[in-house]
């Protein structure tokens, strides 16, 4: 049972132009998200993070948006620029009692061209 | 940013041998480690939270016995396969937390594949 998925597997974008990564979950006791980056080879990196108690959080050229009621966020890139060229892989966190641990979406290749 | 380890990066070893993986953290203390992996185009699935000096605990499915997890130090967890068959090739991650945020710190990563 995939709890967050993110059902595009790939995206292209025009350098300059805005990037939109889509992420849906089903478990309501997620209360904290994350977009982490991830190059060839190399381990994910964390890129921004927002809170369940928010519906958006900004730093530089990449905002979050998150809506509860469809549980449903969203990573936005402007302006894209190639080196934004990864996998960008949506995760949630939900406390286990002992832990809190990420759960990880599918990822989405994005492609930023010239 | 915190810097986590992860060594080797690629092994190719004989159906039935064991592999260690290494995961140190550099420049903090990590109390937590998580160990995952990966299918080609699947998402990071947990496999087991690794704490220091105590006992791993392993997510549902994840064979305690095939997949040995020590956490001796602050800075260093090891993930072992034990007796690796061809279907435990994947890519294995591990990740670390720094203090009590969420975010974790990601090596990058070992590609093992059994012949």
């Known amino acids: 049972d995939q709890q967050v998925k993110q059902n595009s597997p790939s995206l292209s974008v025009q350098e300059g132009r805005i990037s939109i990564l889509n992420c849906d979950y089903t478990?309501?006791?997620?209360?904290?998200f994350l977009w982490y980056k991830k190059y060839p080879a190399e381990g994910p990196t964390f890129l921004i993070s927002?809170?369940?108690?928010?519906d958006k959080n900004e730093d530089g050229r990449f905002t979050v948006f998150l809506n509860k009621s469809a549980k449903h966020l969203s990573l936005h890139i402007v302006p894209s620029q190639p080196g934004d060229s990864a996998v960008y892989f949506c995760?949630?966190?939900?406390?286990?009692?002992?832990?809190?641990?990420?759960?990880f979406g599918t990822g989405t290749r994005l492609q930023v061209t010239l | 940013g915190a810097v986590v380890s992860q060594h080797p990066s690629r092994v190719i070893c004989k159906s039935g041998t064991s592999v260690k993986i290494e995961c140190r953290s550099l420049?903090?203390?990590?109390?937590?480690m998580f160990w995952y992996r990966q299918f080609p185009k699947q998402s990071l699935m947990l496999m087991a939270t690794?704490?220091?000096?105590?006992?791993?605990?392993?997510e549902q499915g994840v064979e305690k016995d095939k997949f040995l997890i020590n956490h001796a130090s602050l800075t260093l967890s090891t993930l072992t396969v034990a007796s690796a068959h061809p279907e435990d090739s994947s890519f294995y991650i591990c990740?670390?937390?720094?203090?009590?945020?969420?975010?974790?710190?990601f090596g990058s990563g070992t590609q093992l594949s059994v012949l």
């Open positions: 990740s670390a937390k720094q203090g009590a945020g969420e975010k974790l710190f």
């Open positions: 420049d903090f203390q990590a109390t937590t």
């Open positions: 478990n309501s006791m997620f209360d904290y």
């Open positions: 927002i809170s369940s108690i928010k």
């Open positions: 995760a949630a966190s939900s406390y286990t009692g002992t832990a809190s641990k990420l759960t």
């Open positions: 690794s704490n220091e000096g105590s006992k791993a605990t392993y």
